[in-house]
Every structure is written in structure tokens, then in C-alpha cells.
């Protein structure tokens, strides 16, 4: 898993792995920032939990982080790699180097509310529902095919934190909702569309 901060949905998988839920390893956890929560949950875990030195750019990684990254998951030959709230945008030739292997999850209901302070945007444009998004990663930000979305109310006292932490509740749902149907094979991608086989 590729994360940047706190790593509320990487425990979530996690837990959901130990708990039986989901038939996974979480093999390793790769982080641009040194400090980033999420590596020391990885750690905790017993998991592989490596910080990359990003290079020079603010939202994207150099093409030497890049190839770091690669080698490792490389070497452990991952099946998928699952962004969890990790803030750069990953080159074309990362994406295509994962066809289809890599998920996202982002706190609106895309494709309204791309990039990033999604939950300021919804407010600020006065939507009555917004949610989440697991979606593949192409190489775009935020505009691959979209696997599972859940909604939630925007309530009218509503502050940014208090609408982040009800999409949350959602996130760390269908997130392991969606790695498990990965997991599993079903998901059939069909041009922008995503068909889970039952
Ligand atoms: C989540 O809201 C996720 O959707 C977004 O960044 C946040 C990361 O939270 N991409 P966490 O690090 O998983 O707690």
C-alpha cells in the first residue's frame, strides 16, 4: 500500500484482514513522508513499512522514488497496490506498469469533487449528498473506472471535519469491500465501466 498521513483506511484493511474479513496479506506499506502514521501502524503490524525520498516535486514523485517503489513491489511481487491516502500523482509509466492493479480511494462521489479539500468543495457548492469513491487509477487524477461509491447526507451544520468523518465511516467500508472483490476476480473492466461478477 502507497500512503502519505494518518492511514485510518490502511488499518481499516488491516483489520479487516485479521478480523477474517478479507482473504489478503498486506505485504508492504510505502510512504513519501518520513513521519507519515501509517508506517509506524505498518510497523506495529509487522509489516514491511519503507519511507522513499520523494525528490524535489510537491505532487509528484521523482523518476528514481518512482523506480524504487517499483523494485520493491516488484521483489514482492504484489498483485495490487492500494492507494490510501497518498498525495502524488503517479507517473504514466507507474500506471501503466500496474494496469489495472492499482486502487484509489477518494472522499467525494467523482466525478464531482476532484484533487484535493473535497469535503470544503462539497460544502462550498452546497451539494445535499456526497461520499466516496474506489476506483482504478489511470492517468489521470481521480478519473479512473469507478468499482464501489457510498453516499452520504451533507447535514446543514455540517463543518468540514464532521462531513470528513461520516465519508470515513464509508471509506474504510467499501475499501475492503473492493480489495476483497479484487481479491476475488470479479471485477471486470469494460471501458469506464466496472462489472462485479457474481
Ligand atoms: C481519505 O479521506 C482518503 O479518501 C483520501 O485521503 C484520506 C486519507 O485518510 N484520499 P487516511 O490516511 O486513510 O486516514
Known sequence: MLASG???NLQALMDSVEAGRLDAEIVAVLSDVEQA???GRARSAGIEARFIEP???RSRLSGQAEAAMIAILDRLRVDL?????FMRILSPGFVSHFKLRI?????S?????????VQKQALDYGVKYSGCTVHFVDEGTDTGPIIIQAAVPVLEEDTEETLSERILV???RIYT???RLFAEGKLKVEGRRVRVLR
Open 6 to 8: 494518518r492511514g485510518s
Open 37 to 39: 502514521v501509517a508506517l
Open 55 to 57: 525528490g524535489p516535486s
Open 81 to 85: 497496490v492500494a492507494l490510501a491516502g
Open 103 to 107: 486502487l484509489n480511494i477518494h472522499p
Open 109 to 117: 462521489l467523482l466525478p464531482c469533487f476532484p484533487g484535493l479539500h
Open 170 to 172: 464509508e471509506e474504510h
Open 177 to 179: 469491500e473492493a480489495v
